[in-house]
């Protein structure tokens, strides 16, 4: 019944004013859809911090890459030598932050030194489970390392091998660690 | 409440206009926003959110959902992919004989489905081609290679160019007289003297099949459409939207079910070129008077011979006239085609831009533009034919064509072998030219260029960045700038005001479609570069238009050029702009201008030349000055035509904007192309090529309800 008489009063209403009320209450929908929808898929303040985050490790990551394009390619020591062009204090930590790759020549030398690692590495089809590169700022010294692990024997064995880097390779895109001094 | 009454719509769209920049002003831009971190992008990120439907996993940058909408749609590309892959791949495994080794073999039934077509086209193409060209590759699919060897005298001679060019004449001057032979002779004349003749053949052979098939099955569904309502029911949408489609966007799935090469593409260039076929028999068939139909049925027809004997020879104009359409679309596909490896015209185009050889592109682009022209006259000229059934003609008057065909075969054959001892040590240039002995402008050309670029470089270079900087970049950024929620109710309020609920409904369907798809910011870029090029193309259109419409040569001269430019493929339009202003965002939008003007002139010319003489006649019984009678009585009576013109030149924009991917822009073009060197890019194709449709299709369905209720309010429906 009051249904009826609210919708006789709307029928009654002058075409204009209908039509003015629906574009009204049309866009009152679709803006209160967006609203409903943005409580279950919005992007929350969480996600926010987390994407500047990744704003400063994308952009800290631009400006080694700079520093690298900036050194001769090459090997680099942070050590007087023979061979290799010598990094300064500044950029040995700086080309130490920016290595991510441990290159098989440094795991094989330092394989060399440790026999069981080596043997795990060889058996188990040169299958290496992690490497890492780390700057050591009370020795002001880069140490870099690898993990290998797989089944000796029918036994399950981890080994970590871990030294000072001695030199990196500068591709001219990325750096490597050259050579690892695990003894 | 008053003001209401008397100016409804414009407070409408007044609170609408409010509305939408209340909502642009109120919701800031995201801070971690950006362009190039679209939700299309497919990396791995760690702070892309996730979610999984229907086993798809879709990654995405999660913003607040009033600035841009998640992409809920985001993982029917990968389902439409997956499906295609586990027809192809996996569905229905069969057993099947395999001819070459003689063992069955199993097989999934699509794939053994799209081989058995592909071979089918190969073949037709490779005969074709072998007729034109000459080849043994026909007659060894029927023998076998040492079955050649030993029978060299078995592989096909090609036709010499001389008895292509004569035949070509003679049908010409069958079919509209002095005027269209001349053409014909000159367009086979310039083929085969700059040296384009086999990439002319080639492309001809492949529309020689894909032509008469767009047309048996357009006629064919087009009759069945005009039979049952139910199947008219259910290919509307599909012509709906493969009208307003690019043509790129079908490459990529019928890539993936038809491989590359001439096969896929005349399934694609039939998969465009059926819808025009069939809306032109829909609309034929409908136009047959009832009076007509009840004399044939009276005269005792049954169904089938009331079709065959009296609907369609009744609707033969504009059945053929679907034929022409058929044949130009085929042309604009022959080198879009060329993408997936179709050879011919369109191939050498694509390689001269390739290497930005604009004066080898000329001349292809020349090549196809003339030929296309010339089977567009021929095809209008046969549909404007009209059969003399009552003429009492002798046996000479009857054949004589016929006669002179057979003379003009003797004479070239004559003419061939002749040759193959005049120029014993060289090439028959009586039977081909090959590429390299033909003429060659493209050096004239290059230098050309190069002399543009020389003379007006500081010009250019100032109009160049002006246009980017001051225009172009803040144009675009205005559109990124604008919320979801913003556009979308911009957009639904549109559709409400202008075609009530229903409009508004179908308008937002669209729209939320774009939007929940992982493209919103790309598209958006579409639209921007689209609406510049309708703009500009409106105003020169309209204006252009305006001024030629007012005397009847002039009329006549802007529909000639307009027919013309109308003839050339799309991708030709790059090349002119790519020789004035290299690979620029404003070479696009200067072909999509070119491009898009064509219609909004053209609509403009028609409109304004339909106004009845009678209406002319009182207005100047009034005392209106010329101007206006232009102003208050031709334009308002004109108007809902042309916006028919501004209709057709958006998705003509669109279409330019879409090929500009070829050129390097950043909008759905782009991603298009993409996905055809992407293995998995079917599903993205397709998507891809829906949105561009139902962004057209948002403003097709916008103008049409407006011109529909202005034509009935005008008393013109």
């Given amino acids: ?183 | 409440m008053e003001l209401l009454k008397k100016y409804p719509k414009l407070f409408q769209w007044l609170f609408l206009l409010i509305v939408f920049f209340a909502l642009c002003f109120a919701i800031d831009v995201p801070e971690t926003y950006k362009f190039i971190r679209g939700q299309a992008e497919f990396i791995k990120d760690p702070n892309q959110s996730t979610y999984t439907l229907f086993g798809k996993e879709v990654r995405y940058y999660a913003f607040d959902v009033l600035w841009r909408l998640p992409p809920l749609l985001g993982w029917l590309p990968i389902w439409v992919n997956d499906s295609l892959f586990f027809l192809l791949n996996e569905w229905m495994p069969m057993e099947f004989w395999n001819e070459d080794t003689q063992e069955y073999k199993t097989r999934p039934l699509v794939l053994q489905i799209t081989r058995t077509i592909t071979a089918s086209m190969t073949f037709l193409i490779e005969l074709i081609r072998e007729i034109l060209l000459g080849g043994a590759k026909t007659v060894v699919a029927f023998t076998s290679w040492d079955w050649i060897d030993k029978n060299p005298w078995a592989e096909l001679p090609g036709l010499p160019w001389t008895i292509v060019a004569a035949g070509a004449v003679i049908l010409c001057y069958k079919l509209s007289g002095k005027g269209l032979a001349i053409f014909a002779g000159l367009v086979m004349v310039y083929i085969s003297v700059f040296g384009q003749w086999k990439p002319s053949m080639q492309t001809l052979s492949f529309i020689l099949v894909a032509a008469p098939l767009s047309f048996i099955f357009g006629l064919t569904l087009g009759v069945m459409a005009y039979k049952s309502k139910r199947v008219e029911k259910a290919l509307y949408p599909l012509l709906l939207v493969m009208q307003t489609m690019p043509q790129y966007a079908v490459l990529v799935p019928a890539m993936v079910l038809f491989g590359i090469g001439d096969h896929a593409a005349v399934i694609i260039t039939m998969v465009v070129a059926i819808p025009p076929m069939i809306l032109l028999t829909l609309l034929g068939l409908r136009a047959v008077s009832p009076e007509v139909i009840e004399a044939g049925k009276m005269s005792g027809c049954n169904n089938w011979q009331l079709m065959t004997k009296v609907l369609i020879p009744t609707a033969r104009r504009d059945i053929l006239i679907g034929v022409n359409q058929v044949i130009m679309v085929c042309f604009s596909m022959a080198v879009i085609a060329a993408f997936i490896g179709a050879k011919g015209l369109g191939w050498n185009l694509l390689l001269a831009l390739n290497q930005l050889n604009i004066g080898l592109a000329l001349e292809a682009g020349l090549c196809i533009s003339m030929i296309a022209i010339l089977l567009d006259k021929m095809s209008l000229a046969w549909a404007n034919k009209q059969e003399d059934y009552f003429g009492n003609l002798t046996f000479f008057q009857r054949y004589k064509n016929t006669l002179f065909f057979a003379g003009a075969v003797l004479i070239g054959a004559i003419f061939a072998y002749a040759g193959s001892f005049l120029f014993k040590d060289s090439f028959n240039y009586f039977s081909e030219i090959p590429h390299n002995k033909g003429i060659s402008f493209a050096d004239f050309w290059n230098k050309g260029v190069d002399w543009i670029w020389d003379t007006f470089f500081q010009t250019l270079k100032i109009f160049n960045t002006w246009l980017i900087t001051e225009v172009l970049q803040p144009m675009r950024a205005l559109y990124l700038r604008m919320p979801a929620v913003a556009t979308i109710t911009l957009v639904v309020g549109a559709g409400y005001i202008i075609g009530g609920i229903r409009s508004a409904l179908v308008t937002a369907g669209l729209v939320l479609f774009i939007a929940l798809s992982p493209w919103w910011d790309r598209a958006l870029v579409t639209t921007y570069m689209a609406t510049f090029g309708v703009i500009a193309s409106c105003t020169i259109g309209l204006t252009v238009g305006t001024l030629c419409a007012q005397n009847k040569f002039t009329t006549k001269f802007i529909l000639a050029v307009c027919d013309i430019f109308q003839t050339f493929p799309s991708f030709v339009y790059l090349i002119p702009v790519m020789m004035l202003f290299g690979i620029t965002d404003t070479s696009v939008l200067i072909a999509v201008i070119v491009y898009a003007t064509i219609p909004a002139t053209r609509y403009t010319v028609e409109g304004l030349r339909s106004v009845p003489p009678a209406l002319h006649d009182a207005g100047s019984m009034s005392g209106v000055t010329k101007l206006q009678r232009l102003i208050n009585i031709e334009f308002p009576i004109a108007f809902p035509h042309m916006m028919l013109g501004v209709n057709q030149t958006i998705v003509f924009a669109l279409f330019m904007v879409i090929i500009g991917a070829f050129i390097g822009t950043e909008d759905l073009g782009q991603y298009i192309l993409k996905a055809l060197s992407d293995k998995a890019g079917g599903g993205k194709g397709l998507i891809l090529g829906i949105c561009v449709a139902f962004i057209a299709l948002i403003f097709d369905n916008l103008i049409r309800t407006w011109v529909d209720k202005r034509k009935k309010h005008l008393g013109l429906a």
């Fill in chain 1, 1 to 183: 019944m009051l249904q009826d008489r609210y919708l006789n009063k709307l029928k009654e209403l002058p075409e204009p004013v209908r039509q003015f009320g629906g574009l009204v209450t049309l866009t009152f929908i679709v803006i209160l859809s967006f609203a409903i929808l943005n409580i279950f898929w919005g992007g929350g303040d969480e996600l926010v911090r987390k994407m500047k985050l990744e704003e400063e490790r994308i952009a800290q990551e631009q400006k080694l890459s700079k520093l690298i394009s900036s050194l001769p390619s090459g090997i680099l020591v942070p050590h007087e030598g023979t061979e290799g062009h010598k990094l300064s204090e500044e950029q040995h930590e700086a080309v130490c932050n920016a290595t991510k790759i441990v290159s098989q020549r440094s795991v094989m030398g330092a394989n060399l030194t440790n026999f069981k690692a080596k043997h795990i590495y060889t058996i188990n089809g040169n299958d290496i489970k992690e490497t890492f590169v780390k700057w050591n700022k009370e020795n002001k010294k880069c140490f870099a390392g690898f993990v290998v692990t797989g089944s000796n024997v029918g036994v399950n064995e981890t080994i970590t091998v871990s030294g000072e880097v001695l030199s990196f390779f500068n591709t001219g895109i990325d750096t490597r660690v050259y050579f690892i001094k695990n003894f």
